[in-house]
C-alpha cells in the first residue's frame, strides 16, 4: 500500500491484518469516517438549500486520509489542518454544529463569526485555525513542533496541504526547516489530483509529491489515501519517529477531490472519466466492506452508524440554524490581546 | 460581451479590455492561477484560452513569489505581463518581488518594467478576514509602483488599458463586490484613460467627496440622497491613487471648503491619511472644517453579515458624516 | 554590557533587553540568521549562544517565511519568540506570514500571538535601495500589530522588554544608524516602557516636532541650533506608531499651534501621513498653520552619499523648515 | 567529475582531453579567471585602503564557476548573476572600472550611483541587475527564458546563486514554475560551503545540493567547482537541453568561500583546516597548470597574462577612482518610465 519513495524511508508499512488490530479503534474510525461524510453531505444540501453565508468546502473522498492521520495523535498532539480535514477535526472532538455554524457566520462558530468557511479550528484542541493563503499552517506546525522539542515534550505536529501547495513558499521553507531543525513533524500531502481547476501536470514536476522529501533528506512515502489503514499506519510510521526524536516525514496521500473545489465550482473541468474511475473507490464504503468481512462490523451496525451520523448531522444543523447570530457591537474589541 | 440587455458590467470592462490589448499587442500576455481553461476565479479571462492559446494564458502552479518574478524578466526583455493574483489577498506572497524587484528597477537601472498586476480586492461578499483585503496601502508608500483602482465600468475599461501600455509595474485593483453589480450601457469605450487623472464624477457646492473605487457609486448614491435635502457634493473620484491628481482634489476643496475621503480599506494608514494630509498641506486656508476620513475601523474584515457591515463604511454612515461636515 | 567609558550604546541597549528577558524568562528565544556563533549581522547577539545554547539562540536557513510562521507557531503554544531579520529590507519576504498569520489570530481566535519581530532598518549608511528601508509604512495599516521604533538607548531596552512581554505581535524596529552613534551613561534601565506612551523629550513653544527612531535625536539637535534663535521647539517621541498616543500628541499641538512631522521614511504614505491626518482632525481649531511632513523623497534610497544626502532628510532642512513653519 | 545525482539527468559530462578542444577558447577562459582574481584582488586593497563605500563582496574560488559557466551562453542568452559572479560579468563584457565604480558609488557605475556593491548587472549586455534579496534573480531568469520561449527563440536564462539560497521562496518557486513549463533555463548553485556564517548543515539536509532536482523532476548535477572545464561541461549540456526545447537543469557546483561573506567579515567561524585544505585547491591555478601541462600556454605566457591582468586591475582602479560622483539633483527623476 505505501511504496517507498527514498533510500532514508523507515521500514515499509506493515500490512497488519484487521484482526490483529484494536477493534474499538476500528470502529471509532469507521464511525468518524462515516460522521465526516455525513457532516458533508448534509452541508452540501445546506449549501443548495441557502443555509450557508458563501461557498462550501469539502473532503469528500478524503475522510481516509483525514481521519486516518488524527487517528495516529495523540490528544495532546498539534494538528495544523487546511481545507478538506473536517474528519480530522471531528476526530479531535470538534463538534459538527460547529463546523456548520463556522460556514454560517455564526457566534458560536470558533471565531465568533468573525472569520468563516474552513477557518474553524480550535487551539484548545490542539488544532490550529489557519488564514486563507496556503499552506501558512505549515511554518505555523513546524513552531509547534519545535516548541514541543524546545520543551523536551514528545509532542508531534501533524500538517496537511494539498498537491498545489507544495508548490509555495511556505512548503519548501518549512519543510527545509524542519529537517535542519529535526522537528517532530509529519506533513501529509493530500494529493487530489487537482489545485483548483489546475492538474497535476501543471503544477509539479516531480515524479511524485512523496520524492520531494528528497530535497530535505527525510523520509517520503506515498499512501493510498483511500485506504484507511494504509494511511494510519504510514502517519502512525511517521509520528512515531517524530516522536522519537528522528526527525520529520513526508506522506503522500493520493485521493480524488470528487467535488468542485468548492460547491460552486461546477468542475466541468474534470475528465467524466476521472470521477467515473474514482467513484468506485469510496474511502467509507471501502472501510465499511473491510470491517465486514473481517467481521469487525456487521451489516446491522453498519446500517445503525449511518442512520446515527445522519441524524446527527440533521441534529446538528438543526441546532447551527437556531444558534445567533454575532452581536457587532464588540467587534473593535480583540484586535489586540491585554 | 455585453450582457443580454446590451449592458457591461463591471467586470466584463475589465475583460474587454484586456481582451483588446492581448488582440492589438503580440506582447501582452496572461498568467496566473487558473486564468487558463477555468477562466479564472471571477470569470475574467472566460473564452482566452481558446481564443488566445496557452502560450498567451498561462496557468501556474500555486506560487505567487514565482511567477510575480517571472513577470518581471519576461517584462525586462521585453514581453508585457498581466499578472492575476487570484484575490487581492494573496498579492501577500509577491510582496518582495513586487516592492524589491519589480518598482525599484527602473529608478536603479533605466531598464523599463511593463508589469500589469491585476487583483480582485475588497469587502462587502461576506469573505472574511483574508479574502476581503482592500491592499492598496501596502504598497501607496513603495517608489516606482503605480496604483489603479477604478470605480466605473467605464474606467475600468480605460484604466487597465492604460495600465497594460504603461511602461511601469502597475497595481490594477478590481473591486470584486463591484463586479457584477455595476453595468453601463453598452458598447464601451476601450480607449486609454490616463493615469494621474481624477475625476469629478459630480459638480457640487457643499462638500468635496474624494474617494475611489467601491466608494465612488457610493458616493454617487449618497450624494443623490442629499441632494434632495438641498446638500449639494462634489464627488471626486481620484482613480489612480499613485500618481495622484493633486491639482483636481484641492481645485474641488478650494470651491467647496470641506473635504470627507472615503475609502473600504481600514483606516490607519489607509490611503485617506495620505490623502487628509495633503489637501490640508495644499488647501489649509480654503478649509472650513477639518478633513473628515470615512473609512473601515481598524479591524480585518469580518465574516458575518452584521459584523462585516459594522466594520466597512455604510451608506448611511457616509451620508451621515456628510451632513454634519456641512452642517459644522 | 557597557562600553569602557561606562556607556551604552543604543546596539547595546537592545542586547541589554534581550538578555535580561531571555534569564527572565525561559519561554524566550532568538531565532534568525547568524545569530548564533556569529552574533547576528550587527551583533546585537554577541556571547547569546554561549550563553544560552542552541536550543534558545536558533540559527535558521535564509527562510524568512519559513521561521516567521515557525514563529506564530511557537507563541501559539505558550513560548516567546524573538526574531531578527538581518535587515528590515528582507522583512518583505516575511510580508505574508506577519499580516496573515500572525496580525490577525488574536481577533480572529482570542489566542494569544506573542512574536517579537526585531529588524536593523534605517539609511544613512550608504548601502542602497535594498539595505535602508525603512519598513514601518508596509505594516501600520494591518490591524493586530504593534509598531515601535526607539529613538534612544534607554528607550531601546525598555521598549524591547515591553515588546517581549506584549501578547501581541510587536514590530520592533531598530534604527542601524544609531547602534554605534547614540550612548547613554549606563548602567541602562531595564524597566519595561509602556508600549502606546509618546515622550515630550524636549518641552517648547513654538512648534511641535512629531517624530520617532533617529527623527529624535535629529530633532533635538536641531531644537537646540533653534534655541539660540529664540525659536523654542517641543520635540515628541512618539515612540510606538501602533498604538499611537494621540493624545500627547494633540495636546502637544494645542499648546504650539504648530505641527512639523518629522521620518526618514518615504513621504507618500510614510506614517507621517497617519499623524498629520489626525492632528487636523483632533486639534484643527488649534492650528496656525498646515501641518507640514518632512519626510525623504519618494525615491529609493541612494548608495552614493551626495545622492542618499538629498533624499533623506537632513539637520539643516529640518532646521529650515521649522523656521518656516514658525515664522508663517 | 561530474556526478549523476538522478536519474533522468542527462549524458554524463564527457571527459574530453584539452587537447581537443578550442585553444582559443581555453586561453580566454584562462584570462578572464586571472582577470577576475587580480580585479578582485585589487578591490580588497581598495577594501583595505578605503577606496570603497561600504563593503565588498568577491568570488575568490568562484572564478571557474563564474568563467566556466558564463562562457558557454551566447552573447544573446539571457544572464542572472549574483554577489559571487564578478568573472561572469566580466565575460559577458562589464568593464572592471564599472565593478569598482559600483562599490565607489560612482556616477559611471551601472546605476549611476543609485544603487551599489553588487547590484552591476547591465541589462545591455543581456545580465540582470538583481535587488539584495537571495535568490531574486532566480524568478527573474525564468521570466527571461519564458520570453526567449514566447517567441520562439533558442535563447537560455542562466542564473547564479548560492547554497544558502536555495532554503527560500524564490529558489523553490522558480524551479517549480520552470520545470513545468519546460523553460530554457540553466540553474547553478554555487555551493561554496557557508551562507554568511551557516554551515551547511544548519542549511539544509538533502544529500547534496544537486538533489533537490529530484522535487522539480529536472537533471541536477554536481560537479568540481574549482574545475573549469567540468563546470563548462556541465553548463554546456545543460545549455544545450535547455536551448533543445528539454526544459531546465540544476547544477551544483562545489567551492569554497575563501574570504569572509564579505570583507568586513573575518569569518573566524570557518574552521583553519577547511581554509588550509581549499587553499590547495585554487582554480585558477589549477586551471593554469592544466593548460601549461596541455601545452595550450607557456610559462611565459601565463606570466605575461597575469601582469596583463594585473595592470587592467590597476588601471581600472585609476580610471574608477578619477570618475565622477553622481549629481543629486535629477535624484527623482526615473522612479517612473516615460
Ligand atoms: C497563497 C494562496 N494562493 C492562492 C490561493 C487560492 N486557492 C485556494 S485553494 C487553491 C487550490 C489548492 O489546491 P491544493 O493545494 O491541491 O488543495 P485542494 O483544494 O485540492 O485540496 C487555491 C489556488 C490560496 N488560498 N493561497
Ligand atoms: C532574503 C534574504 N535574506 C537574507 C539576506 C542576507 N544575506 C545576504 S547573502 C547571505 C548569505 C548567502 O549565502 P549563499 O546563498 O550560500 O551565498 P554565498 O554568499 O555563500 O555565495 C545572506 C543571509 C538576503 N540577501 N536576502
Ligand atoms: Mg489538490
Ligand atoms: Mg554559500
Redesign the pocket.
Known amino acids: 500500500m505505501a511504496t517507498r519513495t527514498n533510500k532514508r524511508k523507515t521500514e515499509e508499512a506493515g500490512a497488519i491484518p484487521v484482526s490483529k488490530r484494536d477493534p474499538e479503534l476500528l470502529r471509532r474510525m469507521y464511525r468518524m469516517m462515516v460522521l465526516t461524510r455525513a457532516v458533508e453531505d448534509r452541508m452540501v444540501a445546506m449549501y443548495r438549500g441557502g443555509d450557508l453565508l458563501g461557498s462550501l468546502y469539502t473532503g469528500h473522498w478524503h475522510e481516509a486520509i483525514s481521519v486516518g492521520a488524527a487517528a495516529t495523535l495523540r490528544a495532546d498532539d498539534y494538528m495544523a489542518p487546511l481545507?478538506?480535514n473536517a474528519g480530522a477535526h471531528l476526530w479531535r472532538g470538534m463538534e459538527a454544529w460547529q463546523i456548520m455554524a463556522s460556514f454560517m457566520g455564526k457566534a458560536t462558530s470558533p471565531t465568533g463569526g468573525r472569520d468563516g468557511t474552513l477557518h474553524y479550528g480550535r487551539l484548545d484542541l490542539g488544532s490550529y485555525n489557519p488564514p486563507?493563503?496556503?499552506p501558512a499552517n505549515f511554518p505555523v506546525a513546524t513552531g509547534m513542533a519545535f516548541a514541543a522539542k524546545y520543551r523536551g515534550e514528545d509532542r508531534v505536529a501533524l500538517a496537511f496541504?494539498?498537491?498545489?501547495?507544495t508548490s509555495?513558499a511556505d512548503f519548501h521553507e518549512s519543510l527545509t526547516i524542519a529537517s535542519v531543525q529535526k522537528l517532530p513533524n509529519v506533513f501529509v500531502i493530500?494529493n487530489?489530483q487537482?489545485?483548483?481547476s489546475t492538474p497535476l501536470s501543471l503544477q509539479s514536476s516531480s515524479e511524485t509529491f512523496a520524492i520531494k522529501a528528497v530535497a530535505y533528506g527525510i523520509p517520503g512515502v506515498k499512501v493510498d489515501g483511500i485506504d484507511v489503514l494504509a494511511v494510519y499506519d504510514t502517519v502512525a510510521q511517521a509520528v512515531a519517529r517524530a516522536r522519537a526524536g528522528d526527525g520529520p516525514s513526508l506522506i503522500e496521500a493520493v485521493t480524488m477531490?470528487m467535488h468542485g473545489?468548492a460547491e460552486h465550482d461546477p468542475a466541468d473541468y474534470v475528465p467524466r472519466a476521472m470521477y467515473d474511475e474514482w467513484s468506485e473507490k469510496d474511502p467509507v464504503e471501502r472501510f465499511e466492506n473491510v470491517l465486514l468481512e473481517a467481521g469487525v462490523i456487521d451489516a446491522d451496525t453498519a446500517k445503525q452508524v449511518r442512520e446515527e451520523a445522519r441524524q446527527h448531522a440533521i441534529a446538528a444543523r438543526r441546532k447551527a440554524l437556531a444558534d445567533p447570530m454575532p452581536d457587532p457591537s464588540n467587534i473593535e474589541e480583540g484586535v489586540y490581546a491585554d | 460581451m455585453a450582457t443580454d440587455d446590451g449592458q457591461v458590467t463591471y467586470l466584463e470592462a475589465v475583460a474587454l479590455a484586456l481582451d483588446a490589448e492581448m488582440e492589438r499587442d503580440p506582447d501582452v500576455f496572461i498568467i496566473g492561477?487558473d486564468v487558463g481553461q477555468f477562466g479564472g476565479a471571477f470569470k475574467v479571462t472566460k473564452g482566452f484560452l481558446e481564443k488566445f492559446g496557452a502560450r498567451r494564458v498561462v496557468d501556474t502552479p500555486?506560487a505567487?513569489t514565482g511567477f510575480t518574478g517571472l513577470a518581471a524578466g519576461a517584462a525586462l526583455v521585453g514581453l508585457r505581463p498581466v499578472v492575476e493574483y487570484?484575490f487581492a489577498d494573496?498579492i501577500s506572497?509577491a510582496f518582495d518581488p513586487i516592492i524589491n524587484v519589480l518598482a525599484r528597477h527602473h529608478w536603479r537601472t533605466g531598464d523599463a518594467m511593463p508589469v500589469t498586476l491585476r487583483a480582485p480586492f475588497g469587502a462587502r461578499l461576506r469573505a472574511g478576514p483574508t479574502h476581503s483585503q482592500s491592499v492598496e496601502s501596502y504598497f501607496a508608500h513603495v517608489p516606482g509602483l503605480k496604483i489603479v483602482m477604478p470605480g466605473t465600468p467605464e474606467d475600468a475599461a480605460g484604466l487597465l488599458v492604460s495600465s497594460i501600455r504603461d511602461n511601469n509595474p502597475t497595481l490594477y485593483l478590481e473591486n470584486k463586490y463591484l463586479y457584477r453589480r455595476l453595468r453601463v450601457a453598452g458598447p464601451i469605450s476601450l480607449e486609454p484613460i490616463p493615469l494621474g487623472v481624477a475625476n469629478v464624477v459630480r459638480e457640487g457646492r457643499d462638500v468635496s467627496l474624494i474617494t475611489y473605487s467601491a466608494g465612488v457609486s457610493q458616493g454617487l448614491e449618497v450624494a443623490d440622497e442629499l441632494d434632495r435635502d438641498g446638500i449639494s457634493v462634489e464627488v471626486v473620484d481620484v482613480r489612480t491613487l499613485v500618481p495622484l491628481d493633486v491639482e483636481t482634489i484641492v481645485n474641488s476643496v478650494r470651491k467647496t471648503s470641506r473635504a470627507v475621503v472615503l475609502h473600504e480599506a481600514a483606516k490607519r494608514l489607509g490611503y485617506g491619511a495620505e490623502i487628509a494630509a495633503t489637501i490640508q498641506e495644499e488647501a489649509f486656508w480654503h478649509l472650513d472644517q477639518p478633513v473628515v476620513r470615512i473609512a473601515a475601523k481598524n479591524t480585518p474584515t469580518p465574516t458575518s453579515p452584521a459584523l462585516e457591515d459594522a466594520v466597512v463604511p455604510q451608506r448611511a454612515q457616509v451620508a451621515e458624516t456628510l451632513r454634519k461636515v456641512v452642517r459644522a
Open positions: 481545507h478538506r486563507s493563503h496556503i496541504c494539498g498537491d498545489g501547495s509555495r493530500e487530489n487537482w489545485a483548483y477531490r473545489h | 492561477e500555486i505567487e487570484q494573496f506572497c
